[in-house]
């Protein structure tokens, strides 16, 4: 399978908690997103890397999430001091682009739920 | 304020209907890209279609065809002879040039096709 693939597929964990999300993206390409979905809504941006370089964040990323691409490969998502409000799925997505905005390809999603 | 607007919020067709999806969005970049996505219950976005700014003609692919309207900012998608298995959440997505590379999905369609 060579698509974007996100570990894990469900966590759940309480208030107060630090969780970590991973996802592997589509080798070949350079550019990975982060989104976070809730039910009935469509997904909403968090944050974007070119390669190892984290050149976009959404206000809805607070200081208690932090998201890294070491080595330009795969991403990790930390949520610190976990809120039910975190609630969510949390899609990543990746593409390949040098110019233009080409298609993201999506993961199947990591759903949290904090109790 | 919301830049795509998908205002239909569930759509039931029967069988072998055709079925159009509408999508507003709201841009001021001269250059942008629009994008239709699946979200099949198994959860995972699927890429459909992609139509730039600079793009006039409207296609058909297979079953798929699309109407991209300047004048209305409308992107609609029409789906000929709906199939059981086109029941879905179907999301319109805009990017914009002058944004980044970020998504800005709508609120999302559900399709139910009854046999």
């Known amino acids: 399978d060579t698509g974007v693939s996100q570990d894990p597929r469900h966590k759940i964990t309480k208030r107060g908690q630090n969780v970590t999300f991973r996802c592997d993206p589509i080798?070949?390409?350079?550019?990975l997103y982060w989104y976070r979905q809730t039910l009935g809504q469509g997904p909403e941006f968090l944050t974007y890397?070119?390669?190892?370089?984290?050149?976009?964040k959404s206000r809805l990323l607070s200081d208690r999430f932090s998201a890294e691409r070491p080595k330009g490969s795969f991403s990790t998502l930390e949520i610190q001091r976990t809120e039910q409000g975190d609630s969510a799925m949390y899609l990543c997505?990746?593409?390949?682009?040098?110019?233009?905005?080409?298609?993201?390809?999506f993961g199947p999603g990591t759903r949290l739920t904090v109790l | 304020a919301q830049k795509v607007t998908q205002a239909q919020t569930e759509i039931s067709v029967v069988e072998k209907e055709d079925v159009t999806l509408d999508c507003v969005y709201e841009?001021?970049?001269?250059?942008?890209?629009l994008f239709w996505y699946k979200q099949p219950p198994s959860g995972e976005l699927v890429f459909l279609i992609r139509?730039?700014?600079?793009?006039?003609q409207n296609e058909i692919s297979g079953r798929y065809s699309w109407n991209f309207q300047k004048s209305t900012s409308s992107f609609n998608f029409t789906i000929t002879a709906s199939q059981v298995v086109d029941s879905a959440v179907y999301f319109c997505?805009?990017?914009?040039?002058?944004?980044?590379?970020?998504?800005?999905f709508g609120t999302g369609t559900s399709l139910t096709v009854i046999p």
């Open positions: 997505a990746s593409s390949f682009s040098e110019q233009g905005h080409n298609e993201q390809f």
């Open positions: 080798s070949e390409h350079n550019r």
């Open positions: 890397f070119q390669n190892e370089a984290q050149l976009e």
């Open positions: 841009t001021r970049d001269t250059t942008y890209y």
């Open positions: 139509r730039n700014s600079f793009d006039e």
């Open positions: 997505a805009l990017s914009e040039r002058g944004t980044g590379n970020q998504f800005y």
